[in-house]
Structure formats: structure tokens, C-alpha cells
């Protein structure tokens, strides 16, 4: 169907575009070298090269130039410009402020450093000065107790030796006495309390 | 479908070359210099479409800035950056010039690709004139600062001997003034290559009935090269731009 159409309009053609060259052979155009294309306005032929529109296309080329130049370089440039410089100023105000707050944590770190380091020393000083003050307490105390344990020891073996001094003592006077009334029993009269005494001291001294 | 074929009139009914006609908007036959035309609309879209992004989108002035404001400040930022690198710290007082024009062919030949536009920056009269503004003030500039020195341009110091620092000086001289030419030809010459292929494709596929197909996925392929294009022309020109500022506040090698 497509077919029979296009040989149909292949003829129609053909006698158009032989019409045509007729037509257009007076203004130099060749209808031949376009081929099957007709071309029903050919006498323009470049519209680009038609010279009668030129001031046409000028003059409205320049008031649409003028009225760009105007609208770019009064409205659109200075705004845009104004937008760019703020965005700009504001982003570098936030790092500034952004550095600022940087050194500000860093220096709060490094105090904070200090103050726990001072405070760590500080607990040193105070853990040793506490040991050493507990070891001072520590040895006088020990030291008192040693010179009190002395003094008891020293004490209780003085009445021990009294003890066995009186006990000695009382030994001694009782052998006297009993030996005195031994040799009153034995013989009356007789009683001589000093060579008792000699005699009794020789015993106990053997 | 193989009926609009044949409604035209006779054969492929392909005019690529009409959508660059320049008729006037409001009836009448004859374009007087004054007359509104297509050309006149979708110019005035264009400052409009800019005037959009660039001043409504950065209206907020929020310092979290919303999407249609950072693609303002994109833009300025990435011209900015492009004068700057190419033409210098001197060059930043021709920045808004600068931008005026990269933006204008950047959002023309943007608009040129909805379908039914016009492209004006397709119009070699267009370009011509963008191209002859900017070799005029850079050559004014380049005189300007420098004086006769600006000639130090074209004369190659670097050669060995005179007799070849004047052919180069020749050289240099034609080339210089070939660039306003190169400049308003290549982009004029791009836009209007890109939107005639597109438009011979679309007859194409107005003729070919279901084989249509192999037009449309041309079309789309296409169309995605000639949004390359007409961001890529815009910014060579721009580019260019400044390098010929550049040049002239720069002189020598």
C-alpha cells in the first residue's frame, strides 16, 4: 500500500519537480541537485541570505542585547555577587568560630590535665605524709610499751626477789628459833644464842 | 498516513530551510527593520528565559541556596571561572559583556530546539553581528591599552630571522582578521545545519508511513547531538571571546 503510494508520488513528483526547475531555473537554483525534494519556496532559497531581513534581525538582535546586558548587570549580577560574598563570609566565620572553639576545648583540656595531675601529686603528698606520720605514732608507741614492759618485768622480778629474800629470811628464824629451843630442850642452861646463830649461818651457807 | 504525503501537494513536502524564515509576527508581507518578527519573539523569550534563571531563580538569596539559585549561581560561577582563566584577572571587568553573550546564544539556541521555534542564532546576520562587536571592542581594547604595541600581536619575536617574522606577521595579520568571520559562521553555520537535518528527517518520516520509525529514532539521536551542540557552540563562542580579550590585554607571544 506504502509502496504503490510512493511510485505513485515518484511520477507526481517527477513532473512537479520538472515544473519547478522551470520555475526556478530563472532564479539560478537547480531543482535537479536537490533530488526528490521539493522545493516549493526554493526562489529564497539560504533564508540566512536574504539581506532584506538583516536590519530586522539586527535591530532586535540589539535592543535584546541591550536589555539582557541591563538585566544581568543591574539585577541579576550585583545579587548574585551579594549572595556569593555573604555565604562566603558566613562560612568562614563558622571555621573561624569553629577554630576559636577548638583552642578554647584545648586549653580546657590541658588545665583539666594540670588540675588532675596537681591533684594526683597532691594525694601522693598527703598518702605519704599520713604513712609516715602513722609510722612515727607507730614506733613511740612501741617504744612505750617496750619501756613499760621493762619496768613491769623489772618490777615484778624485784618482788620476786624479795619474796625469796623474806622467804629465806623466815627460814632462817625459824631454824634459829627452833634450833635455840632444840638446844634449850637438850640442854637448859646452856643456851647460847650466838654460836646458834654462827652455827645455823654455816648450815645454811653449805 | 501516506495520505499527509500527498497532502502537501507533490512528493516529500521537505522544506528544512523554511523554519528560517523571518515573517513578521502580527500579518502584513513586508519586514521593515521595526517590523516584530518570529525572530523578534524568540529573542525576547530568550532575555526572558534568562531573565528567569538568572534573576527570579536567585530571588531567594538564601544562604542554603534552593535549586533554581544554585543553577544561577552555576552558571555565574563557571563564566566567571572561564574569563578568568583564559583572559586574566584584567579581563574580569568584561565579565558581564562576556556572560550578556554566552548567555544569550546559550539560551537562543536552547529555545531553538522546542519544536515550531526559531533559532536567531541560526541567521548569519546574528552572529555577524555578535562576532563584529566583539572583534571591534577587543581590537579597541587591545589599542587602547597598549597603543601601537597592540601590533606586537603580529609580530612574531620568537622567529630567527626578519624575512620570516614578516611572512608570519602576513599571516597572523589575515588570520586576525578572519576570526570575526570563523567566529559568526561556525555558530551560525552549526545551528542552521543541526535544525535543517532534524527537519529533513521529520519529512522523512512523514512520508514513510510505519517505516517511519527509522526516522524518529534518527530524529531523537539527533536531537540529543543538537542539544550538545548548542551548548557546545555556545560556549566556544564565549570562549573564543575570551580568548581574543585575552589577545588584545596580553599582546605579544
Known sequence: MA???ETGEGAEHAAGAAHEAGAAAT??????????????HAEVGMPQLDFGVFPNLIFWLIISIVILFMVLNRVALPRIRSVLSERNDAISNDLEQAALLKRRSEEAEASYNAALARARDEAHRIAADTKAQINKDLASLMAKADAEIAAKSAESEARIREIRDSAARSVEEVARATTADIVAAFLPGAADAEAVDQAIARRLKG | MAGEAEHGGSGFNIHPMDQFKVTPLFGGDSVHWYTPTNATLWMLLT???????????????????????????????FTRRMVEDVAGKEGMKYFPYILTVFLFILFANLLAL???????TSHIAVTGVLAVAVFVTVTAIGFVKHGAGFLKLFWVTSAPTVALRIVLAMIELISYFVRPLSHSVRLGGNMMAGHAVLKVFAGFAGALGLGAIFPIVAIVAVYGLELMVACIQAYVFAILTCVYLNDALHPGH
Not at chain 1, 532564479?27 to 516549493?40: F, K, P
Not at chain 2, 534568562?50 to 538569596?61: C, K, P
Not at chain 2, 522546542?114 to 536567531?120: E, R
Open chain 2, 47 to 77: 532575555v526572558l528565559a534568562i531573565t528567569l534563571v538568572m534573576v527570579v531563580g536567585a530571588r531567594g538569596r538564601a544562604l542554603i541556596p534552593s535549586r533554581a539559585q544554585s543553577a544561577a549561581e552555576v552558571i555565574y560561577g
Open chain 1, 27 to 40: 532564479d539560478g537554483h537547480v531543482a535537479e541537485t536537490l533530488g526528490e525534494v521539493n522545493l516549493e
Open chain 1, 3 to 5: 509502496d504503490e503510494t
Open chain 2, 114 to 120: 522546542l519544536p515550531t521555534s526559531f533559532a536567531p
